[in-house]
């Protein structure tokens, strides 16, 4: 299936909760409300002629601008088909509601986002730190970060 029309059928599903959709880049994608990420989410895993069954990755983002978000990619193995969605949140509060329950794979790249960039997956099952340790300060993906001089007494090189 052609991407305008996967974006297409998102957008007559779901109306306002799809922000923006575009296909003149190299990945086609659509940002998507916050909030209505796992319903979007189990509507492109579980329509007939999407079937999105695969999650192949989520990449947490800071955007330098006050803004975070998260990046998912969908693969449909069984109809050889792929999507992008976005989801943008503000850095002051940055809430994603979390898809672990609809893709397993989604526990663990849910997980590093919110270490490395602060993105908080609302209802993960799990959510804490998968890479620093849980009392590291900081993300370290953020473009505002600032590398600890020490960590328990030791020097942190950088």
Not at 97 to 102: F, K, P
Request: charged fraction near 25%; include cysteine.
């Amino acid at each position: 299936m052609e991407a305008q029309t996967i974006l297409t059928t998102l957008q007559e599903k779901f109306g306002a909760a799809v922000i923006e959709a575009k296909t003149d880049v190299l990945q086609p994608f659509a940002q998507i409300a916050p909030d209505k990420m796992p319903e979007i989410a189990a509507f492109l895993r579980d329509e007939p002629g999407l079937e999105f069954d695969y999650l192949s990755c989520i990449s947490g983002v800071d955007y330098n601008d006050g803004k975070l978000g998260a990046v998912y990619h969908l693969g449909s193995i069984v109809n050889r088909h792929t999507i992008v969605l976005k989801a943008i949140v503000p850095k002051e509060d940055p809430r994603i509601a979390s898809i672990a329950h609809l893709y397993g794979a989604a526990n663990w790249h849910e997980r590093e986002a919110f270490d490395m960039v602060g993105v908080v997956f609302e209802g993960h099952p799990d959510l804490r730190r998968i890479l620093c340790p849980d009392d590291w300060e900081g993300h370290p993906l953020r473009k505002d970060y600032k590398v600890q001089e020490f960590y328990q007494g030791i020097r942190v090189p950088y």
